[in-house]
């Protein structure tokens, strides 16, 4: 009974983490997270902006290639409400990025409700799973 609790505590946990290994930026803090130096050494997360559009909140951000070389990623936009709780946690997925060396891109996201105010954008590198 206790290693099923124990167990059902881990997996809990894990399923909770915010990300996996790599870099995320929020709308309402100047300073990036780094969860993997390794990809922070790659990639940066710059000019994070938001505005509204059409009664729903846009976030952008630019990602620029700090390498020579090309860099398979992934990243995401979560929204979050005025009390900070995730608004449509589940309906936003990884999505792919392709950096070629020296590239800076713009990645853009729409929240789906009114209510969110503030988002994060994480990127990670892609893994073989």
């Avoid at 609790?5 to 399923?15: A, E, S």
């Avoid at 290994?21 to 997360?45: F, M």
């Avoid at 902006?49 to 936009?77: C, H, P, W």
């Avoid at 996201?109 to 969110?116: D, M, Y």
Wanted: proline share 2%.
């Amino acid at each position: 009974m206790k290693r099923g609790i124990t167990l059902l505590c881990v997996l809990t946990l894990c399923g909770c983490s915010a990300m996996t290994a790599g870099i995320a930026a929020r709308s309402d803090e100047p300073n990036l997270r780094v969860d993997s130096t390794s990809v922070a050494r790659q990639v940066s997360i710059e000019q994070v902006r938001k505005r509204r559009l059409n009664d729903r909140l846009q976030g952008s951000a630019l990602l620029v290639s700090r390498i020579t070389r090309d860099s398979y990623l992934q990243y995401k936009f979560t929204f979050f409400d005025r009390e900070g709780l995730v608004v449509e946690g589940e309906s936003s997925s990884w999505r792919p990025v392709n950096l070629h060396g020296g590239e800076q891109r713009q990645v853009t996201a729409t929240a789906l409700r009114p209510e969110a105010v503030e988002f994060e954008i994480a990127l990670r590198r892609v893994t073989d799973e």
